[in-house]
């Protein structure tokens, strides 16, 4: 019954910015847990952040910290994933996961309402 669809992908240059919207309807949004994956063709899917039902706990990838935010609108149902100073290596297929846990494990296989994904590239 619950519904995750992604919003927000597309081509970008290089120190460029660009932000995801993932949508969640279906059930209690505003309780749930939420997180951004991303993934390569033919490498795992990578956790890229995540935040608590609130938004007041966050946990960022190394390799993002300090570019990427992450945000949440709980009267749209929504989560935004802001990105700015992109690089190259950003290039992924971006997918959303919402867990009704409240401290979840999060895992590239874990058992979570996942979004159907969206491109991101970066140019240079």
């Known amino acids: 019954q619950v519904r995750v669809v992604q919003s927000g992908g597309g081509l970008v240059q290089t120190g460029g910015a660009l932000t995801l919207s993932c949508e969640v309807s279906g059930g209690a949004y505003s309780a749930y847990s939420m997180a951004w994956f991303r993934e390569v063709p033919g490498n795992e899917r990578e956790f890229v952040v995540s935040t608590d039902y609130s938004g007041g706990r966050t946990v960022f990838a190394d390799s993002v910290k300090g570019r990427f935010t992450i945000s949440r609108d709980d009267a749209k149902t929504t989560v935004y994933l802001r990105m700015n100073s992109l690089k190259s290596e950003d290039t992924a297929v971006y997918y959303c996961?919402?867990?009704?846990?409240?401290?979840?494990?999060?895992?590239?296989?874990?058992?979570?309402?996942w979004g159907q994904g969206t491109q991101v590239t970066v140019s240079s």
């Open positions: 996961a919402a867990d009704e846990s409240p401290d979840p494990d999060w895992g590239p296989h874990g058992s979570y309402w």
